[in-house]
């Protein structure tokens, strides 16, 4: 068994240093990019915090209503008092991820999703199968103590929630109070035609190394539970436009400061080599370790976004360091 081991072990070292897939970088500063079309995953979640925010402000939700008061589907009794703004926060106690890991059964479905770079959700695609899981004993645990902890699971559930109650689709709403609102061209659940050919190649499942450098990499579609917790895809220069909208919010979220360092549960702070801080949240797997940092003293914005899945890096705090340092630096739309 030792010796399985070692050469599990050897072989995936050899693979790391024989395999690698493409980097794909854009950084958004001055507003001038490339326009190419990212995954931007956990960026998902910042995109919608100005859909979010419109949608109360026109009195079309409240963030303390109970959950189950916009969900059609029955939910378990411990949801009963959490409301969309626990969610919001991340603190309605929801796991994580769609996988449970004390569960052999789902630790061996996320190994071999990774290993052999299929869609890790792909079995959550479906309304009924995501209702079941909220239905698992392991995972009301949690949602009755309402442990803070950060959860896709509670983000896919609050817009599952909101698009409940409006009787609309994610597209839909996105469409009117996103692509509208802020007039961008790109983002998009499903690219077009168009939007295709400016793709970057995405890099499935979590070892990115088992695909030989520029090999194509197989391209998912998100199914509809996925969407509402990282389907977006966009370019540097309309994430830009949102972001440059959210100041006011930040700022104000700022009061708000955890001991944790979170910022309402999707904003870190982080202090810079320099001694600034910045917020700053970093998207994984379909947002491949992207990046968006708010220089808090100037109001400088940076994105950085990759489309290939790799451990978190220090790249975007390092790149904000370099432009600090520049004096003329000026964002702009």
């Known amino acids: 068994m030792r010796r399985f081991f070692v050469i599990l072990i050897s072989l995936a070292v050899v693979g790391c240093a024989s395999y690698r897939e493409n980097l794909h970088l854009v950084t958004a500063v001055n507003g001038s990019n490339d326009h190419r079309i990212f995954r931007i995953a956990s960026l998902t979640k910042l995109m919608m915090i100005p859909v979010?925010?419109?949608?109360?402000?026109?009195?079309?939700?409240?963030l303390d209503d109970p959950v189950t008061e916009y969900f059609k589907s029955p939910l378990p009794v411990e949801y009963k008092d959490v409301t969309l703004r626990d969610l919001y926060e991340n603190k309605s106690g929801m796991c994580r991820e769609f996988l449970d890991n004390l569960s052999l059964a789902d630790v061996f479905e996320a190994f071999h999703c990774g290993f052999a770079g299929i869609d890790i959700y792909r079995n959550f695609g479906r309304r009924e199968d995501f209702v079941s899981y909220i239905h698992r004993p392991r995972n009301r645990v949690d949602v009755k103590k309402k442990v803070p902890q950060y959860s896709n699971m509670g983000f896919a559930l609050l817009m599952m929630a909101i698009t409940d109650k409006l009787d609309v689709?994610?597209?839909?709403?996105?469409?009117?109070?996103?692509?509208?609102?802020?007039?961008?061209?790109?983002?998009?659940?499903?690219?077009?035609?168009?939007?295709?050919?400016?793709?970057?190649?995405?890099?499935?499942?979590?070892?990115?190394?088992?695909?030989?450098?520029?090999a194509p990499c197989p391209d998912h579609q998100l199914l509809d539970v996925a969407k509402y917790t990282g389907g977006l895809k966009s370019?540097?220069?309309?994430?830009?436009?949102?972001?440059?909208?959210?100041?006011?919010?930040?700022?104000?979220?700022?009061?708000?400061?955890?001991?944790?360092?979170?910022?309402?549960?999707?904003?870190?702070?982080?202090?810079?080599?320099?001694?600034?801080?910045?917020?700053?949240?970093?998207?994984?797997?379909?947002?491949?370790?992207?990046?968006?940092?708010?220089?808090?003293?100037?109001?400088?914005?940076v994105i950085i976004l990759k489309n290939v899945t790799c451990w978190p890096s220090n790249e975007g705090f390092k790149y904000m360091n370099s432009i600090i340092e520049q004096e003329d630096f000026t964002p702009s739309i």
């Open 235 to 301: 370019s540097a220069s309309d994430m830009l436009k949102v972001f440059n909208s959210l100041w006011p919010m930040i700022d104000e979220m700022k009061i708000e400061t955890r001991s944790d360092g979170e910022l309402v549960g999707l904003f870190k702070v982080k202090k810079l080599d320099s001694g600034r801080k910045i917020a700053y949240r970093q998207g994984m797997i379909y947002g491949g370790n992207s990046f968006v940092g708010f220089d808090s003293i100037d109001h400088n914005i």
């Open 169 to 214: 689709t994610i597209e839909e709403l996105c469409e009117e109070r996103l692509v509208k609102r802020f007039g961008l061209v790109d983002t998009s659940f499903e690219p077009s035609e168009g939007m295709k050919e400016r793709l970057t190649m995405a890099c499935a499942g979590h070892l990115p190394w088992l695909y030989r450098k520029g």
């Open 52 to 62: 979010i925010d419109s949608l109360e402000a026109d009195a079309l939700i409240c």
